[in-house]
Antibody
Framework: QVQLVQSGAEVKEPGSSVKVSCKSS????????ITWVRQAPGQGLEWMGG????????IYAEKFQDRVTITADESTRTAYMELSRLKFEDTAFYYC???????????????WGQGTLVAVSS | DIVMTQSPDSLAVSLGERATINCKSS????????????LAWYQQKPGQPPKLLIY???TRESGVPDRFSGSGSGTDFTLTISSLQAEDVAVYHC?????????FGGGTKVEIK
């Protein structure tokens, strides 16, 4: 059974960067996309982008294109999401999730990581 | 981007009664080459990540109780809880994975009346 375990909560100042990790266990890592979705407090889910580790090229939502970098390390079965030039409105839970279909970025997501709270505060 | 609109924003249903949640996409998510609707439903309880319930609009994920069902095609979809249980109190999200960026509905909060 696949499990995704994310890094811990972060408090960051505006203008800085944050890097969240997502470690996978239990099944094939490289063939399944890892996507990143964020959820501001009391709000809906927002797709940020994703990567298929085997292919190594990330796809981003246009809204985050110039600020987010998603990478994956096959040797450690870990995916990363780095968000730069943080703003107060980036305060949110950030989730990683595995695609349900092999070799496809466009897929339902299952399972999800436990979420990482990133708080942007001065 | 495909816009997903859920209704209602919240609903209160008596235990054992039916709950119906609607999701409408701004363009069709039915892929003609495989005749599949690229639509999923998730359940999210407070303090937890979303949990997959339904994919391909109507395929129930393994282990999900059969009181949960998905229906619809093209642009209009429905998640039905046939007999609401106390443990079903949650927010429900629809999600299209037809095109990037994958987009989600705003969520529907289900409570006990």
């Amino acid at each position: 059974q696949v499990q995704l375990v994310q890094s811990g909560a972060e408090v960051k100042e505006p203008g800085s960067s944050v890097k969240v990790s997502c470690k996978s266990s239990g099944s094939i890592f490289s063939n399944y996309a890892i996507t990143w979705v964020r959820q501001a407090p009391g709000q809906g889910l927002e797709w940020m982008g994703g990567i298929i580790p085997l292919f190594g090229t990330a796809i981003y939502a246009e809204k985050f294109q110039d600020r987010v970098t998603i990478t994956a390390d096959e040797s450690t079965r870990t995916a990363y999401m780095e968000l730069s030039r943080l703003k107060f409105e980036d305060t949110a839970f950030y989730y990683c999730a595995r695609a349900g279909r092999e070799y496809q970025l466009l897929s339902w997501s299952d399972p999800w990581g436990q979420g990482t709270l990133v708080a942007v505060s001065s | 981007d495909i816009v997903m609109t859920q209704s209602p924003d919240s609903l209160a249903v008596s235990l054992g009664e039916r709950a119906t949640i609607n999701c409408k996409s701004s363009q069709s998510v039915l892929y003609s080459s495989d005749n599949k609707n690229y639509l999923a439903w998730y359940q999210q309880k407070p303090g937890q990540p979303p949990k997959l319930l339904i994919y391909w609009a109507s395929t129930r994920e393994s282990g999900v109780p059969d009181r949960f069902s998905g229906s619809g095609s093209g642009t209009d979809f429905t998640l039905t809880i046939s007999s609401l249980q106390a443990e079903d109190v949650a927010v429900y999200h629809c999600h299209q994975y037809y095109s990037t960026p994958g987009t989600f509905g705003g969520g529907t909060k289900v409570e006990i009346k």
